[in-house]
């Protein structure tokens, strides 16, 4: 099982972003560009056209007048005014390297990432994106351009290694945002595609300081192991600075903690995102990253609590 994906993978979800939604009856008429833009886009002032209504789309804009004149549902499309800036800040480092069911972490970031950005540029959104973790955040900026250019760097430097080096302590996270806003002046859109599994001590300043000028999206991106301590009765496990730890996995008590300080640090990300005003759209590495960002903007579809 690969650990990282092939560029060539990457640039087919291209097609999955306007293809139809997975088998689900509240998906099935949907497409993911088409979800990502009634979220991610706001309505412009130049009337465009009317058409039939779709599956997904802002029910705001109905038009009532030609809905009932033809006894179908039908709605008005407005033209965007300007193009947006998409951020894709995706997490690099060696924590990434991780996987117990279906893929690694990496690749689900990878992917998410991929189809994210084919969404935005089927919109004419300028895209970009940011590596960090390791290393790696010194030399992987992409700042957003008009086509194609960058998101093809950017896809390309996602095929790369994971980060191996020392990773950034949590504190400088807050540094790290700030760096995925240079470029992309205001009203930019930052999508966060990471391990939020992790001490997040940076994540509150970075995100106030980011809400102030941009929209901003979490995709933490989780294993099924993160959450619930599989049973396999004694294990030796090495931390990262060598040291070496007996566990007894199949303690009923000591599971049961493990999951709950996931669920404490899960419910602490949730907290600071929602109080800076960001979406949270969790992926898992055990479900299709197509399906879980289309459920993802759905909810959002339904709350019509931001942007």
Known sequence: MSMQPRLDDLLELRHQAHTLGLASHHLVNSSFSGLYASVFRGQGLDFEEVREYREGDDIRNMDWKVTARTGDPHLKVFREERERSVMLCVDKGSHM???????????????????????????????????????????????????????????????????????????????????????????????????????????????????????????????????????????????????????????????????????ERRDEVTRIANGAGCALIPVQTTQEVHYALMQGLERRVRMRAFL
């Open 97 to 263: 390297n991780f996987g117990t069911r279906n893929t690694f972490k990496s690749m689900q970031a990878a992917r998410a990432a991929a189809l994210i950005g084919w969404a935005a540029n089927s919109l004419h959104d300028r895209v970009g994106g940011m590596l960090f973790g390791g290393s790696l955040q010194h030399d992987c900026y992409f700042r957003p351009t008009k086509g194609r250019r960058a998101l093809w760097r950017l896809l390309s430097a996602l095929t790369g290694p994971v980060g191996e080096e020392p990773e950034s302590p949590p504190d400088l996270l807050s540094n790290i945002l700030q760096q995925a806003s240079r470029g992309i002046g205001t009203g930019g859109l930052v999508f966060i595609i990471a391990d939020f599994n992790r001490p997040h001590e940076g994540l509150r300043r970075g995100l106030g300081l980011l809400r102030q000028h941009h929209s901003v999206v979490l995709v933490p991106v989780d294993d099924p192991a993160e959450r619930e301590l599989p049973d396999m009765g004694e294990v030796l496990f090495r931390a990262t600075d060598g040291e070496l730890l007996r566990v007894d996995t199949s303690d009923a008590a000591g599971r049961e903690a493990y999951r709950a300080a996931w669920q």
